[in-house]
Every structure is written in C-alpha cells, then in structure tokens.
C-alpha cells in the first residue's frame, strides 16, 4: 500500500478517536456543569438558599462550585441584614409621633411614616406623589423648594387650618447622598403654643389684677405722707382704703401660692401626686369650713344647710387642698347670696363614690359665662367680684384641686335662682 494512503487512513482513525475523545469529554463536561447552571438561574431569580454540590472533577470546575457557593452565602447574609434593618427603620417611622417624609431630588415622595399620615388625614399612598400635592401649604412649598434648590437645610413654625388648627415645626434637611434626597420632619407643637399663650395671658392677668390694688396704695400713700386731707375722717377714710386694697393684695397672692401648689403635683415633678394622700374625715373639713365663714354668714343673715346623710363619709387625698377646696366653694356662696338667702351642703355615696353637692339661692351665674368660670381669673361680673373681694382664681383652684383627686367636678346655675357645684370624688 502506497505511503500517502497511509497517511490519510492512520490520520481518519487519529480524527475518529479524538472525535469521540471530544464527545466523551464534552458530555461529562455538561453532566458537571448541568447543576450549576441550575443554581445559576436559580440565584439570577433570588433564591439564595440553594445548596451547591461541590464537583469531585479535578481543575476549575469545583472552584466555581465552591466561588458560586460562598457567593450565595454572601449574599444571604447581606440580604438577612438589609432586610433586618428595613423592619428596624419601618419600626422607628412607625412609632414616631413626629411626621416623616423621605423626598427624591425631583420633589416625590419616597417614604411617609404613619403620623404624617394622621397628620394630615392622608388616605391614600402618597409614595411618587409631589410633596405639594401631600402637605398643602404655601410657606411648605416654598421652603422645601428652596431647600431642593440650595441644599441647605431651613426651619419654620407652619400653622395650618385643616384637617384642624394645628402649629408644627418644620425641618427639611438635605441628605448627604447621591441621589440628593430631602427629610421633612414635622414635629406638632400646638400643645406648647397654647401652653405659651397661657403663660402670657396669666402673667398679663396677674400683672394688671395686681398693679390696681398697688396703684391704689401708692396714690393714698403718697395722699397721706403729703398731708393732703383735711381731717382726722378723711385719714380714716384713706387708710381704710389701703387696708382693703392690702388684704386684696394678700388674697390674690394666697391663692397664686395654692393654684401653684395644686399645677406642680403632677407626674413630671419626680413625685407621685397622691403621695402625701390620707384618708380624710369630709365632715370634719366641711364644719371647720363652715366655722371658717360663719361670721360673714351671720352678717347677711343666711341660713346654712348641712345634710350629710346618714352614713360617715371619707375619701383619700390631701387635707390641706380639699379644705382650700370647700372654703373657695362655700366663700363663694356666702359671696353671692344676698341677705337672708340660703347656702347648702349635702353628701352622698351612690355607686361607691364620694357626692358633694355645694349650692345657694345666690345670684346665679348667666348660661353663656358657664363653660368659663373655671378659667383662671375670668369674672362673670368683674366689678362686683372685686368689690365683694374675689381674686378670679377660686374656681380655677377648685377645679385642679377636683382633677388632682382625679375626680370631676359639674355646675348647674340660673340667673336670679343661684348655682350648684356637684364633685364627685372617687373613695
């Protein structure tokens, strides 16, 4: 046989076998990697809890087998602990009582927590929305517009009408990210605005209820040291005056000390409000209350009702403010009723509780002025109240006193007919 047919015979039996070489190797290639292409597109779909056989085939394929696998471990644990921190801020935005709102850097929302929400009575999703179209108010709009644009935080006090009047503090503050988002935060501060209006209103109350009386003083005062009266009747007459406006002085700064007494007994102060309380014989108060304004009884000639029942009535509390709290009730009665008239006290103990009924045959009190008279220095009568020496603070310090006890306290009153306070304290 010629050389050349040789060749070509010995090279188609080379070909031959090294096909079925490549054939045998390509299949037990496939049968190998077969299971990680399975994994692959199982990891591609997000399920990070496969689990990847380790190849017993020598060379690369065993170290991706083993890459694949600590790839997925990896990525398990980063997506444990993404989704871990995610419940964690949801948890926080959630129990915020301050509104939250994450925005894009084109003005859309990206994350509201639940009080932005209730803040504004938002039911639907606001997320893409702009924030124009959640917080819908001019000076919002304008100063997270600025805040956007100069990335820059700012600070407003925003007052807003609807869903009702409320005062918030505003903060936009620029995060420091490539996506250049802005966090609004809302913080409600109606609470200290009204707190705020009161203090002002009660230092503008105290200051003029205290500089009459004071001017008066002065004027007679200076009336007297000047020798500018004309007999012994007229001095008489001026220090009467400056005596009446003293004891209006001491009244008025008696009970600034009591109505202090009674607000600092609260929660915040360190200490229990009822920590000094002790069980408390009523009777006994009301008869040294009685006993305490018997003489101004007996000048007007009133008959005073005691009716406590037949039982013996006692409550828990603070002797000192529950007999501050009858004197400034039955004072009052003593005040408005005209001569001859009737003033009353009458106890009871349905459903367990303490009932102590005050009421009179005074002047009453108009229907409109009822919803006030427990405000500190309102007076339905201001003229008349100060002439009778009322300081406007015995019904604001009956009330806190009643609320402290934490009992509740009702009036019932007709012009002319006179009034009824009913407290109920619980025993």
């Known amino acids: 046989m010629p050389i050349e047919k040789r060749i070509i015979y010995i090279s188609l039996i080379i070909a031959i076998i090294a096909a079925a070489l490549l054939l045998a190797l390509s299949k ?34 065993p170290k991706i087998s083993n890459a694949l696998n600590q790839m997925a471990q990896r990525l398990n644990e980063l997506f444990k602990r993404l989704s871990s921190e995610k419940n964690q801020l949801e948890a926080v935005l959630s129990a915020m009582s301050e509104g939250v709102m994450v ?18 009575n938002i039911k ?55 996506e250049e988002e802005v966090i609004v935060v809302m913080f409600d501060i109606t609470d200290f605005k009204r707190l705020e209006k009161i203090k002002a ?20 005062s200076e009336t007297i040291e000047e020798g500018a009266y004309e007999n012994t009747e007229d001095l008489k007459h001026f220090i009467g005056i400056i005596k009446r406006h003293t004891d209006r002085l001491i009244n008025i700064v008696s009970d600034l000390l009591v109505l202090s007494e009674v607000e600092s007994r609260d929660y915040l102060s360190g200490s229990a409000p009822d920590s000094d309380f002790e069980w408390i014989d009523v009777e006994e108060i009301i008869t040294s209350s009685l006993e305490a304004i018997k003489t101004k009884a007996s000048e007007k000639k009133l008959n005073i009702a005691f009716n406590n029942g037949a039982e013996h009535h006692t409550v828990k509390g603070n002797r000192f403010l529950l007999e501050q709290m009858f004197l400034n009730l039955i004072d009052n009665a003593v005040k408005y009723t005209p001569d001859s008239g009737t003033i009353g006290i ?10 102590i009924k005050v009421f009179d045959t005074g002047i009453g009190i108009p229907k409109e002025h009822l919803p ?7 007076r339905v009568d201001k003229t008349r109240s100060r002439k009778i020496g009322g300081t406007g603070l ?15 306290i009702d009036v019932e009153s007709e012009e002319g007919k006179g009034s009824s306070f009913t407290i109920t304290l619980p025993r």
């Open 372 to 378: 006030r008279i427990f405000e500190r220095f309102y």
């Open 103 to 120: 925005l894009s850097r084109d003005g859309k929302a990206i994350i509201t927590n639940n009080a932005l929400l209730e803040m504004f």
């Open 28 to 61: 037990s290639l496939r049968k190998s990697l077969n299971p990680l292409i399975n994994i692959s597109e199982e990891l591609a779909h997000g399920n990070l809890n496969v689990d990847i056989p380790i190849s017993e085939l020598k060379g690369e394929i």
């Open 346 to 355: 009458e106890l009871s103990n349905p459903e367990g509780n303490l009932y």
């Open 394 to 408: 015995g019904l604001s310090i009956v009330k806190h006193i009643v609320i402290l006890h934490g009992g509740t």
């Open 124 to 178: 639907d999703n606001p997320k893409e929305k702009q924030y124009w179209e959640i917080l819908r108010n001019r000076e919002v709009t304008e100063l997270i517009e600025n805040v956007l644009s100069e990335r820059r935080p700012d600070t407003k006090e925003i007052f807003y009408l609807y869903p009702e009047e409320r005062y918030y503090l505003l903060n936009v503050i620029p995060l420091e990210s490539p």
């Open 201 to 220: 209103d009660f230092i503008a109350n105290v200051s003029h209820e205290l500089r009459t009386p004071l001017t008066a003083i002065k004027g007679y």
